[in-house]
């Protein structure tokens, strides 16, 4: 058995000495340090004293930094691979066959273990602590060797250069099993500062609920971040807490690095633009904020305790960049022998061409090496031109930190070739550009010409047209297209649901407009490409969505998310009621539904662009109800005028008739107008933002008045149904099991007595627990599509169904049922199908007119 002898040397794992200061906190409560430290010991006496070699599937989790902090103090030498990714995580165990596993959900803060033998087969160094990914990429055998001195010195450095004191907390932007993460972990760890832990994306508005909740007062960022920052308009946010925002995972833009600059000197806060590389332990340099908007350009200067020198490189006028410190990696290892191996190198040459400016700076002006890092990723060029190699093309790589492109000899398929590398590469496809040319381009030399090859990507040179759908292979561009197998693309997916003609990488679900009506037919169609989707769907970029596509397999059994399969189930019952097929009513149930998607769907981006959405998303309810009470007024004598106009439960008669059948629309319809007029007013929306799920309540609150009859009769009353839609709101606004629980025991409350019906009642609090506290519900695989088409028809379901089941019930009730289901996803269909055959109708009249004026006389 072997000792580690760097122990005490981990500032950041002698928990307990911050005592009773806040370590960990979340959407559920907060861990103290005292208490971490309890949870890593417990965690650590379950690891043994006898140095193994672990493995942790690390994800943005109290158990995951539980199970981090547990081998490191322990002195087990761990290798971090990625929870979301399981195969790069078995890539990982089969090349290196650890001795145990740690898995996120123990369930009592602490991660699952399974011990794969009792001690170890491995010979371990003893200065071995920690062994990652190398710079970005996953599931690759080759990792980094850092020992516990690399890991402390880098996080006090960090911790000294951005000034993080106890009373820091930073949000958890980024993994874990990432460098730049976990260098955000390490350095507020060793001053004794609080993690705001989560795995939500800053495009969630949830995250910045979060972030103000819990008082963060940083985040870190890659340069893809920037753009999803522009997108929530990240600028205009009220942060009070905010003191600096850091940049590293790839070059930003040195116009980005000036207006992000600019931005936060306008608004309190620092922007840190930082360079590293995992072989560093993350940081080997930073630019001090006060010098970012001026010298956008460079890189800053070497972290505390390192240092830079340029080595000259032959022909070339910039040297190549060396950095020397105490956070130098040990070495690489690409098998299990090599984690015998003690320190190989004691610098680091970087790859990168650099100069030193005269005010000391350090500016990087390329790479000397043959990869490139898109999104994060880094990418070996030669790797390209061997995986063309392998499929008999001969074929130059080139590319810059936002392209891929990559010349190929022959009349070859670029579009085709192009998805084939983004697969194998984990790259979004648009981020890939093949160009077919007869010769590769070469200097005098016979050498690839790699310039020329990069050239190709050039705006003015021809698209390669997708093999898919005829759409162009350039940057940024959105590729429809088919998946292998038959399956719809994500993006084609998007397109048809949204009736919009293109979508780029960042598109999100919500930024396409999409509703609620739109959301049911795109989540089961994305169920059916990406398996289980995450709750956040609806708002990650299309590019994640592409990146999260799983191989495909058979499945017996789907897993749709709650509001579906409710607004499924719901409307059916409804139908069958009214058919007296069976009694079980739940129309009330789909109020519910409605407020929980509209907080969902309706209540993101700022309050103009919001309430222009508010009222689409509306005129997608009004125009196809009244469409069809007027063919119902004419074919029948059931219904009036005030039908029409959506207008009966405001002037049509007190007693039940035919005239009431539309009920559920008006109500509808008025609880949307009102909400979104209530919205619209400016202190409100303040009010919402700064406390959205007490904001909610307080509607229930309001609302609540008005059930149990504590209204003024003089004051206007909301619509009866209001409450259980506020509910709804509320459930959509709940981000702990607290919130949740406080909606759960108001329901249960306040349902008894409603309705005058035990059934009934328990029906309606029934929908809402499991839209509460049950994500997503089993579905037999063969009828998943079904209970989506019934999702998302259900408005269009209801309209119908008067109108279709008396013609079918004197033949069979079952007939008269399934009849209108299928009368109702059917104008449904037609209903999305108008607008844009309409507007194909009218762009062509546009394109004929012009002809028929140069034929007229």
Request: aromatic share 8%; with cysteine; net charge neutral.
């Given at each position: 058995?072997?000792?580690?002898?760097?122990?005490?040397?981990?500032?950041?794992?002698?928990?307990?000495?911050?005592?009773?200061?806040?370590?960990?906190?979340?959407?559920?409560?907060?861990?103290?340090?005292?208490?971490?430290?309890?949870?890593?010991?417990?965690?650590?006496?379950?690891?043994?004293?006898?140095?193994?070699?672990?493995?942790?599937?690390?994800?943005?989790?109290?158990?995951?930094?539980?199970?981090?902090?547990?081998?490191?103090?322990?002195?087990?030498?761990?290798?971090?691979?990625?929870?979301?990714?399981?195969?790069?995580?078995?890539?990982?165990?089969?090349?290196?066959?650890?001795?145990?596993?740690?898995?996120?959900?123990?369930?009592?803060?602490?991660?699952?273990?399974?011990?794969?033998?009792?001690?170890?087969?491995?010979?371990?160094?003893?200065?071995?602590?920690?062994?990652?990914?190398?710079?970005?990429?996953?599931?690759?055998?080759?990792?980094?060797?850092?020992?516990?001195?690399?890991?402390?010195?880098?996080?006090?450095?960090?911790?000294?250069?951005?000034?993080?004191?106890?009373?820091?907390?930073?949000?958890?932007?980024?993994?874990?099993?990432?460098?730049?993460?976990?260098?955000?972990?390490?350095?507020?760890?060793?001053?004794?500062?609080?993690?705001?832990?989560?795995?939500?994306?800053?495009?969630?508005?949830?995250?910045?609920?979060?972030?103000?909740?819990?008082?963060?007062?940083?985040?870190?960022?890659?340069?893809?971040?920037?753009?999803?920052?522009?997108?929530?308009?990240?600028?205009?946010?009220?942060?009070?807490?905010?003191?600096?925002?850091?940049?590293?995972?790839?070059?930003?833009?040195?116009?980005?690095?000036?207006?992000?600059?600019?931005?936060?000197?306008?608004?309190?806060?620092?922007?840190?633009?930082?360079?590293?590389?995992?072989?560093?332990?993350?940081?080997?340099?930073?630019?001090?904020?006060?010098?970012?908007?001026?010298?956008?350009?460079?890189?800053?200067?070497?972290?505390?305790?390192?240092?830079?020198?340029?080595?000259?490189?032959?022909?070339?006028?910039?040297?190549?960049?060396?950095?020397?410190?105490?956070?130098?990696?040990?070495?690489?290892?690409?098998?299990?022998?090599?984690?015998?191996?003690?320190?190989?190198?004691?610098?680091?040459?970087?790859?990168?061409?650099?100069?030193?400016?005269?005010?000391?700076?350090?500016?990087?002006?390329?790479?000397?090496?043959?990869?490139?890092?898109?999104?994060?990723?880094?990418?070996?060029?030669?790797?390209?031109?061997?995986?063309?190699?392998?499929?008999?093309?001969?074929?130059?790589?080139?590319?810059?930190?936002?392209?891929?492109?990559?010349?190929?000899?022959?009349?070859?398929?670029?579009?085709?070739?192009?998805?084939?590398?983004?697969?194998?590469?984990?790259?979004?496809?648009?981020?890939?550009?093949?160009?077919?040319?007869?010769?590769?381009?070469?200097?005098?030399?016979?050498?690839?010409?790699?310039?020329?090859?990069?050239?190709?990507?050039?705006?003015?040179?021809?698209?390669?047209?997708?093999?898919?759908?005829?759409?162009?292979?350039?940057?940024?561009?959105?590729?429809?297209?088919?998946?292998?197998?038959?399956?719809?693309?994500?993006?084609?997916?998007?397109?048809?649901?949204?009736?919009?003609?293109?979508?780029?990488?960042?598109?999100?679900?919500?930024?396409?407009?999409?509703?609620?009506?739109?959301?049911?037919?795109?989540?089961?169609?994305?169920?059916?490409?990406?398996?289980?989707?995450?709750?956040?769907?609806?708002?990650?970029?299309?590019?994640?969505?592409?990146?999260?596509?799983?191989?495909?397999?058979?499945?017996?059994?789907?897993?749709?998310?709650?509001?579906?399969?409710?607004?499924?189930?719901?409307?059916?019952?409804?139908?069958?009621?009214?058919?007296?097929?069976?009694?079980?009513?739940?129309?009330?149930?789909?109020?519910?539904?409605?407020?929980?998607?509209?907080?969902r769907f309706q209540l993101a981006e700022e309050r103009v662009p919001r309430l222009r959405r508010q009222f689409r998303g509306l005129a997608r309810i009004v125009v196809p109800s009244v469409l069809f009470i007027a063919v119902a007024y004419l074919l029948t004598d059931h219904y009036t005028v005030a039908n029409i106009f959506l207008l009966n439960a405001m002037v049509g008669p007190e007693q039940v008739t035919t005239q009431w059948h539309f009920w559920f629309v008006e109500l509808l319809v008025y609880?949307?107008?009102?909400?979104?007029?209530?919205?619209?007013?400016?202190?409100?929306?303040?009010?919402?933002?700064?406390?959205?799920?007490?904001?909610?309540?307080?509607?229930?609150?309001?609302?609540?008045?008005?059930?149990?009859?504590?209204?003024?009769?003089?004051?206007?009353?909301?619509?009866?149904?209001?409450?259980?839609?506020?509910?709804?709101?509320?459930?959509?606004?709940?981000?702990?099991?607290?919130?949740?629980?406080?909606?759960?025991?108001?329901?249960?409350?306040?349902?008894?007595?409603?309705?005058?019906?035990?059934?009934?009642?328990?029906?309606?609090?029934?929908?809402?627990?499991?839209?509460?506290?049950?994500?997503?519900?089993?579905?037999?695989?063969?009828?998943?599509?079904?209970?989506?088409?019934?999702?998302?028809?259900?408005?269009?379901?209801?309209?119908?169904?008067?109108?279709?089941?008396?013609?079918?019930?004197?033949?069979?009730?079952?007939?008269?049922?399934?009849?209108?289901?299928?009368?109702?996803?059917?104008?449904?269909?037609?209903?999305?199908?108008?607008?844009?055959?309409?507007?194909?109708?009218?762009?062509?009249?546009?394109?004929?007119?012009?002809?028929?004026?140069?034929?007229?006389?």
């Open positions: 058995m072997t000792t580690q002898p760097e122990l005490a040397r981990v500032a950041f794992t002698d928990l307990a000495r911050h005592g009773d200061r806040p370590a960990v906190l979340t959407a559920d409560g907060t861990v103290t340090y005292r208490e971490l430290a309890a949870l890593v010991d417990r965690t650590a006496a379950r690891l043994g004293t006898e140095r193994r070699l672990v493995v942790l599937a690390a994800g943005n989790s109290l158990d995951s930094l539980v199970g981090y902090l547990a081998a490191l103090s322990g002195g087990h030498p761990l290798l971090l691979a990625p929870a979301d990714k399981p195969e790069a995580l078995a890539s990982l165990v089969s090349a290196y066959d650890p001795d145990a596993l740690l898995w996120p959900g123990g369930g009592d803060g602490t991660p699952m273990l399974q011990e794969r033998r009792p001690g170890t087969r491995h010979d371990l160094h003893p200065d071995l602590a920690l062994l990652l990914s190398t710079s970005g990429s996953t599931g690759s055998p080759k990792l980094v060797r850092l020992s516990h001195t690399n890991l402390s010195a880098n996080a006090e450095a960090i911790a000294e250069y951005l000034q993080i004191g106890p009373d820091d907390r930073a949000a958890t932007t980024l993994p874990l099993h990432y460098c730049y993460g976990l260098s955000v972990v390490n350095s507020h760890l060793v001053r004794g500062a609080g993690l705001v832990l989560t795995d939500l994306s800053v495009v969630d508005p949830c995250f910045w609920d979060l972030f103000r909740d819990q008082g963060a007062t940083s985040f870190a960022a890659v340069p893809y971040t920037f753009d999803l920052l522009e997108r929530v308009r990240f600028a205009d946010k009220d942060l009070p807490r905010l003191r600096y925002v850091t940049q590293a995972g790839g070059r930003l833009a040195p116009e980005k690095v000036r207006t992000w600059a600019e931005t936060g000197q306008r608004r309190g806060w620092d922007l840190f633009v930082m360079y590293g590389a995992t072989e560093a332990t993350a940081r080997m340099a930073y630019l001090p904020p006060d010098l970012a908007a001026d010298h956008a350009e460079t890189i800053g200067v070497p972290v505390p305790g390192g240092t830079f020198r340029i080595d000259p490189v032959e022909d070339l006028a910039d040297g190549e960049l060396v950095y020397t410190g105490p956070n130098v990696m040990l070495g690489y290892a690409e098998t299990p022998a090599d984690l015998a191996l003690g320190r190989e190198i004691t610098e680091l040459r970087t790859g990168d061409l650099a100069r030193q400016q005269e005010n000391g700076l350090y500016q990087v002006v390329g790479r000397r090496s043959r990869f490139v890092k898109i999104v994060g990723l880094r990418v070996d060029l030669g790797q390209v031109e061997r995986i063309l190699a392998g499929m008999g093309i001969t074929a130059a790589a080139a590319g810059t930190d936002d392209l891929l492109v990559a010349a190929v000899e022959g009349g070859h398929d670029g579009g085709m070739l192009a998805k084939v590398l983004a697969g194998n590469l984990g790259l979004p496809r648009a981020a890939v550009v093949v160009h077919a040319v007869e010769q590769l381009p070469r200097l005098a030399t016979g050498k690839i010409d790699y310039p020329a090859v990069r050239s190709l990507a050039a705006p003015e040179v021809t698209p390669v047209p997708d093999s898919d759908s005829g759409a162009a292979a350039v940057p940024g561009a959105a590729v429809p297209g088919t998946a292998p197998g038959g399956q719809a693309g994500i993006r084609q997916i998007f397109m048809d649901a949204l009736e919009c003609g293109s979508v780029a990488d960042d598109d999100t679900f919500v930024s396409l407009d999409g509703d609620s009506l739109s959301y049911v037919a795109v989540s089961v169609r994305l169920e059916g490409v990406l398996g289980k989707l995450p709750s956040d769907w609806h708002l990650l970029p299309v590019k994640e969505l592409e990146r999260r596509r799983p191989a495909r397999k058979k499945r017996f059994v789907s897993f749709l998310e709650t509001s579906l399969v409710v607004r499924a189930a719901a409307i059916v019952c409804v139908v069958a009621t009214h058919v007296e097929l069976f009694t079980f009513q739940t129309a009330h149930l789909l109020f519910a539904v409605a407020g929980y998607n509209f907080a609880i949307l107008l009102a909400v979104g007029a209530l919205m619209a007013i400016p202190w409100v929306d303040r009010w919402e933002r700064r406390a959205p799920f007490l904001f909610a309540l307080g509607l229930v609150g309001v609302a609540l008045l008005s059930r149990y009859d504590l209204v003024d009769p003089g004051l206007p009353k909301p619509p009866p149904v209001f409450w259980i839609f506020a509910l709804g709101w509320a459930l959509a606004r709940a981000r702990t099991n607290l919130h949740r629980l406080t909606v759960s025991l108001i329901t249960v409350l306040t349902l008894p007595g409603f309705f005058n019906s035990t059934v009934r009642e328990v029906t309606v609090a029934a929908g809402i627990l499991l839209l509460a506290w049950v994500p997503a519900l089993p579905v037999p695989a063969l009828l998943r599509r079904v209970t989506g088409w019934l999702a998302a028809a259900s408005l269009y379901i209801y309209l119908t169904h008067w109108l279709v089941y008396p013609v079918l019930l004197p033949v069979s009730q079952v007939l008269a049922v399934a009849g209108s289901l299928v009368f109702g996803v059917g104008y449904w269909a037609l209903c999305r199908w108008a607008p844009g055959a309409w507007t194909a109708v009218k762009t062509r009249r546009k394109r004929a007119r012009p002809a028929l004026a140069r034929t007229g006389p």
